[in-house]
């Protein structure tokens, strides 16, 4: 069965840091792209990151700069670090990897 579980989501001011992660379990995880999204109230979900299993990312224009996403495939582990948020990165944030998701955790950044 695969899980994937998020942590590390809250409230912080704007300017502010958060380090997310996802633990996932019941896939081989090192051969997988794994992904981040996030959904604001009253709008789609959008990826905003993404890694390959050879370790190259991709990013939304919106975070380039500000956020990076890296792996621990030991750990099969796969964590978001967000610098110098900002009130419109408020949103649920999910892990996602070939077609299952987490059930997300909320990041909410306060101006």
């Known amino acids: 069965q695969v899980q994937l579980v998020e942590s590390g989501g809250g409230l912080v001011q704007t300017g502010g840091s958060l380090r997310l992660s996802c633990a996932a379990s019941?896939?081989?995880?090192?051969?997988?792209?794994m992904n981040w999204y996030r959904q604001a109230p009253g709008k789609q979900r959008e990826l905003v990151a993404r890694?390959?299993?050879?370790?190259?990312?991709n990013y939304a224009d919106s975070v380039k700069g500000r956020f990076t996403i890296s792996r621990d495939n030991a750990k099969k582990t796969v964590y978001l670090q967000m610098n110098s948020l900002k009130p419109e990165d408020t949103a649920v944030y999910y892990c996602?990897?070939?077609?299952?998701w987490g059930r997300g955790t909320q990041v909410t950044v306060s101006s």
């Open positions: 996602m990897s070939i077609n299952y």
């Open positions: 890694i390959l299993n050879d370790r190259s990312t």
């Open positions: 019941g896939i081989t995880f090192s051969i997988y792209t």
